[in-house]
Protein backbone atom coordinates (compact mmCIF):
# COMPACT_ATOMS: atom_id res chain seq x y z
CA UNK A 1 0.00 0.00 0.00
CA UNK A 2 1.26 3.34 -1.16
CA UNK A 3 1.69 5.72 1.55
CA UNK A 4 1.28 9.61 1.62
CA UNK A 5 3.26 12.45 3.68
CA UNK A 6 1.49 13.91 6.16
CA UNK A 7 -0.58 17.52 5.27
CA UNK A 8 -0.73 19.60 8.32
CA UNK A 9 -3.57 22.40 7.73
CA UNK A 10 -4.04 25.12 10.15
CA UNK A 11 -7.74 27.04 10.16
CA UNK A 12 -7.58 30.33 12.74
CA UNK A 13 -10.86 31.32 11.35
CA UNK A 14 -13.69 29.17 9.88
CA UNK A 15 -16.74 30.00 8.02
CA UNK A 16 -20.36 28.50 6.80
CA UNK A 17 -18.00 27.56 3.00
CA UNK A 18 -14.75 25.94 5.86
CA UNK A 19 -16.52 22.49 5.74
CA UNK A 20 -19.98 21.64 3.69
CA UNK A 21 -22.29 18.20 3.74
CA UNK A 22 -21.49 16.72 0.00
CA UNK A 23 -24.87 15.66 -1.66
CA UNK A 24 -23.29 12.12 -1.88
CA UNK A 25 -22.22 12.02 1.43
CA UNK A 26 -19.02 12.89 3.34
CA UNK A 27 -17.74 16.51 3.55
CA UNK A 28 -15.41 18.77 1.67
CA UNK A 29 -12.52 20.48 3.66
CA UNK A 30 -11.43 23.97 1.72
CA UNK A 31 -8.61 23.82 0.79
CA UNK A 32 -7.66 20.04 1.11
CA UNK A 33 -11.16 18.37 -0.72
CA UNK A 34 -13.73 16.04 0.10
CA UNK A 35 -13.47 13.22 3.10
CA UNK A 36 -16.16 10.30 3.55
CA UNK A 37 -16.43 8.06 6.56
CA UNK A 38 -15.74 5.27 4.53
CA UNK A 39 -12.15 6.70 3.47
CA UNK A 40 -11.08 6.70 7.40
CA UNK A 41 -8.74 4.25 8.46
CA UNK A 42 -8.08 5.46 11.99
CA UNK A 43 -8.78 9.14 13.54
CA UNK A 44 -7.86 11.03 16.96
CA UNK A 45 -9.34 13.73 18.70
CA UNK A 46 -6.75 15.79 20.95
CA UNK A 47 -7.58 19.84 22.41
CA UNK A 48 -4.96 22.07 23.55
CA UNK A 49 -4.00 22.22 27.41
CA UNK A 50 -2.28 24.38 28.95
CA UNK A 51 -0.68 22.13 31.31
CA UNK A 52 0.33 21.97 35.28
CA UNK A 53 3.70 22.03 37.06
CA UNK A 54 4.66 19.60 39.61
CA UNK A 55 4.77 20.75 43.16
CA UNK A 56 6.46 18.68 45.62
CA UNK A 57 7.69 19.26 49.67
CA UNK A 58 10.47 18.04 51.31
CA UNK A 59 10.20 18.12 55.28
CA UNK A 60 13.46 19.13 57.46
CA UNK A 61 14.32 16.73 59.44
CA UNK A 62 17.85 17.16 62.09
CA UNK A 63 19.23 14.22 63.46
CA UNK A 64 18.68 14.25 67.30
CA UNK A 65 22.40 13.18 67.21
CA UNK A 66 25.01 14.55 65.05
CA UNK A 67 28.62 16.02 65.12
CA UNK A 68 28.90 19.80 64.86
CA UNK A 69 29.06 21.81 62.91
CA UNK A 70 26.16 19.72 60.93
CA UNK A 71 25.40 20.46 57.03
CA UNK A 72 22.10 19.63 55.88
CA UNK A 73 21.51 18.77 52.33
CA UNK A 74 19.07 18.92 49.46
CA UNK A 75 19.91 18.02 45.80
CA UNK A 76 18.00 18.48 42.97
CA UNK A 77 17.52 16.44 40.08
CA UNK A 78 16.14 18.72 37.07
CA UNK A 79 14.90 16.10 33.93
CA UNK A 80 14.68 16.96 30.63
CA UNK A 81 11.52 19.32 29.66
CA UNK A 82 8.53 17.42 28.13
CA UNK A 83 6.42 20.05 27.10
CA UNK A 84 5.98 20.24 23.32
CA UNK A 85 8.47 22.85 21.34
CA UNK A 86 10.94 23.50 24.36
CA UNK A 87 14.08 25.06 23.04
CA UNK A 88 16.86 22.78 22.67
CA UNK A 89 19.35 23.88 25.61
CA UNK A 90 21.44 22.94 27.24
CA UNK A 91 19.67 23.06 30.56
CA UNK A 92 16.42 21.26 28.84
CA UNK A 93 18.21 18.54 27.14
CA UNK A 94 19.67 16.68 29.74
CA UNK A 95 19.11 16.20 33.47
CA UNK A 96 20.68 18.75 36.28
CA UNK A 97 21.61 17.85 39.57
CA UNK A 98 22.42 20.85 41.77
CA UNK A 99 23.47 20.38 45.52
CA UNK A 100 22.07 22.82 48.36
CA UNK A 101 23.48 23.06 51.80
CA UNK A 102 23.21 24.56 55.07
CA UNK A 103 25.04 24.74 58.27
CA UNK A 104 24.49 26.59 61.96
CA UNK A 105 26.47 30.08 61.20
CA UNK A 106 27.44 29.77 65.07
CA UNK A 107 28.74 26.36 64.40
CA UNK A 108 25.91 24.41 66.31
CA UNK A 109 22.64 22.34 66.09
CA UNK A 110 20.35 24.16 63.00
CA UNK A 111 16.62 24.26 63.75
CA UNK A 112 14.29 23.24 60.87
CA UNK A 113 13.25 26.38 60.56
CA UNK A 114 16.21 27.92 60.07
CA UNK A 115 17.27 25.17 58.19
CA UNK A 116 14.00 25.51 55.50
CA UNK A 117 14.44 28.60 55.33
CA UNK A 118 17.54 28.91 54.16
CA UNK A 119 17.52 26.23 51.67
CA UNK A 120 14.11 28.27 50.46
CA UNK A 121 16.36 31.81 49.96
CA UNK A 122 19.07 29.69 48.76
CA UNK A 123 17.29 28.19 45.73
CA UNK A 124 15.10 31.23 44.79
CA UNK A 125 18.57 33.36 44.64
CA UNK A 126 19.86 30.38 42.09
CA UNK A 127 19.44 31.93 38.82
CA UNK A 128 19.94 28.13 37.13
CA UNK A 129 17.46 26.22 39.44
CA UNK A 130 14.47 24.65 38.00
CA UNK A 131 12.00 25.11 41.11
CA UNK A 132 11.06 27.97 42.98
CA UNK A 133 10.37 27.61 46.71
CA UNK A 134 7.74 28.46 49.19
CA UNK A 135 8.88 28.27 52.79
CA UNK A 136 7.17 29.85 56.56
CA UNK A 137 9.43 32.94 56.44
CA UNK A 138 7.61 34.30 53.51
CA UNK A 139 4.68 31.81 52.71
CA UNK A 140 2.80 31.68 56.49
CA UNK A 141 0.72 29.14 54.73
CA UNK A 142 3.87 26.66 54.47
CA UNK A 143 4.41 24.90 58.19
CA UNK A 144 7.42 25.74 59.76
CA UNK A 145 10.25 23.15 58.31
CA UNK A 146 8.90 22.66 54.93
CA UNK A 147 9.87 23.65 51.59
CA UNK A 148 7.35 23.55 49.27
CA UNK A 149 8.61 23.50 45.33
CA UNK A 150 7.20 24.22 42.06
CA UNK A 151 8.75 23.70 38.85
CA UNK A 152 9.28 26.68 36.64
CA UNK A 153 8.54 25.20 33.75
CA UNK A 154 5.44 23.19 32.76
CA UNK A 155 6.50 20.06 31.65
CA UNK A 156 9.88 19.84 33.36
CA UNK A 157 9.80 17.32 36.19
CA UNK A 158 11.89 17.38 38.96
CA UNK A 159 13.15 14.82 41.71
CA UNK A 160 14.55 15.93 45.56
CA UNK A 161 16.67 14.38 47.70
CA UNK A 162 17.82 14.63 51.31
CA UNK A 163 19.80 12.48 53.58
CA UNK A 164 17.48 14.28 56.36
CA UNK A 165 13.79 14.67 56.24
CA UNK A 166 11.13 13.59 53.89
CA UNK A 167 9.90 13.76 50.05
CA UNK A 168 6.20 14.01 49.44
CA UNK A 169 5.24 13.85 45.84
CA UNK A 170 1.24 13.37 45.70
CA UNK A 171 -0.75 14.07 48.72
CA UNK A 172 -1.91 17.46 50.20
CA UNK A 173 -0.66 20.25 47.58
CA UNK A 174 1.50 18.30 45.86
CA UNK A 175 0.68 16.71 42.37
CA UNK A 176 2.67 15.39 39.40
CA UNK A 177 3.05 17.54 36.41
CA UNK A 178 1.14 17.26 33.26
CA UNK A 179 2.75 18.18 29.96
CA UNK A 180 1.36 20.85 27.95
CA UNK A 181 -0.06 20.16 24.67
CA UNK A 182 -0.07 22.03 21.67
CA UNK A 183 1.64 24.90 23.49
CA UNK A 184 2.65 28.21 21.69
CA UNK A 185 6.39 27.31 20.88
CA UNK A 186 4.88 24.11 19.50
CA UNK A 187 2.30 25.12 17.25
CA UNK A 188 4.57 27.77 15.99
CA UNK A 189 7.12 25.24 15.04
CA UNK A 190 4.21 23.35 12.90
CA UNK A 191 3.60 26.61 11.20
CA UNK A 192 6.66 28.42 10.75
CA UNK A 193 7.36 31.12 8.13
CA UNK A 194 8.75 29.86 5.31
CA UNK A 195 11.46 30.95 3.36
CA UNK A 196 9.95 33.24 0.33
CA UNK A 197 7.30 34.19 2.23
CA UNK A 198 8.53 37.93 2.60
CA UNK A 199 5.55 40.44 1.01
CA UNK A 200 3.09 37.28 1.65
CA UNK A 201 0.54 36.83 4.88
CA UNK A 202 1.76 33.55 6.20
CA UNK A 203 -0.82 31.06 7.85
CA UNK A 204 0.64 30.71 11.52
CA UNK A 205 -0.49 29.99 14.84
CA UNK A 206 -1.83 32.82 17.16
CA UNK A 207 -0.49 32.69 20.29
CA UNK A 208 -2.85 31.71 23.19
CA UNK A 209 -5.37 30.52 21.34
CA UNK A 210 -6.55 26.86 22.07
CA UNK A 211 -6.25 24.70 19.45
CA UNK A 212 -8.37 21.44 18.38
CA UNK A 213 -6.43 19.04 16.77
CA UNK A 214 -8.34 16.50 14.14
CA UNK A 215 -6.20 13.38 12.39
CA UNK A 216 -6.78 11.14 9.97
CA UNK A 217 -5.64 8.61 8.30
CA UNK A 218 -7.52 7.84 5.18
CA UNK A 219 -7.50 5.14 2.68
CA UNK A 220 -8.32 5.25 -0.74
CA UNK A 221 -7.91 3.69 -4.17
CA UNK A 222 -6.75 5.20 -7.45
CA UNK A 223 -6.62 3.55 -10.71
CA UNK A 224 -3.25 2.61 -11.73
CA UNK A 225 -1.94 4.73 -14.78
CA UNK A 226 -0.37 1.66 -16.79
CA UNK A 227 -3.11 -0.65 -15.97
CA UNK A 228 -6.16 0.18 -16.95
CA UNK A 229 -7.94 -2.58 -14.77
CA UNK A 230 -5.87 -2.25 -12.05
CA UNK A 231 -5.93 0.30 -8.85
CA UNK A 232 -3.59 0.81 -5.97
CA UNK A 233 -4.79 1.24 -2.55
CA UNK A 234 -3.21 4.38 -0.67
CA UNK A 235 -2.94 6.19 2.71
CA UNK A 236 -3.01 9.76 3.02
CA UNK A 237 -2.72 11.29 6.84
CA UNK A 238 -3.59 14.51 7.49
CA UNK A 239 -4.09 16.61 10.65
CA UNK A 240 -6.40 19.87 11.13
CA UNK A 241 -5.75 22.17 13.68
CA UNK A 242 -8.67 24.80 14.21
CA UNK A 243 -9.34 27.33 16.45
CA UNK A 244 -12.20 26.76 18.82
CA UNK A 245 -13.19 30.02 19.13
CA UNK A 246 -13.62 30.92 15.54
CA UNK A 247 -16.97 31.68 14.50
CA UNK A 248 -18.27 28.32 12.69
CA UNK A 249 -16.36 25.76 14.84
CA UNK A 250 -19.64 24.38 15.82
CA UNK A 251 -20.67 23.59 12.19
CA UNK A 252 -16.72 21.81 12.08
CA UNK A 253 -17.52 19.30 15.38
CA UNK A 254 -20.89 18.97 13.94
CA UNK A 255 -19.51 17.65 10.20
CA UNK A 256 -16.69 15.82 11.87
CA UNK A 257 -18.78 13.93 14.91
CA UNK A 258 -21.02 12.91 11.79
CA UNK A 259 -17.62 11.78 9.80
CA UNK A 260 -16.86 9.37 12.85
CA UNK A 261 -18.87 9.37 15.92
CA UNK A 262 -16.24 7.04 17.84
CA UNK A 263 -13.19 9.47 16.97
CA UNK A 264 -14.24 12.90 17.48
CA UNK A 265 -16.25 14.90 20.13
CA UNK A 266 -20.81 15.46 19.63
CA UNK A 267 -21.62 19.24 18.98
Given at each position: ?9 L ?7 T ?7 G ?9 T????S ?28 Y??E ?10 D ?74 Q ?12 G ?9 M???W ?31 L ?14 D ?34
Open positions: MLRRQITKMFNATTSVVHALTGGYNIKGYGPIASQISCTYALANAGVAQVSTVTVAIPTTCECPVWLTTLCQPSQEGTNYEINNTFSVRRLYQYEDPAGGTPTVEATANAIGAMINNDPNACVTAAYHAINVGVPVGDIEFTAKTIGKPFLYTPSGTVAYTGSNHVGVTATSDNMAKQFPIQVGAFGSQPTIAIPGVTYALYRLVTTSIQDISAANHYNYQAEVEFYVNTASSSYAAWVTAFHALSATCFVAP
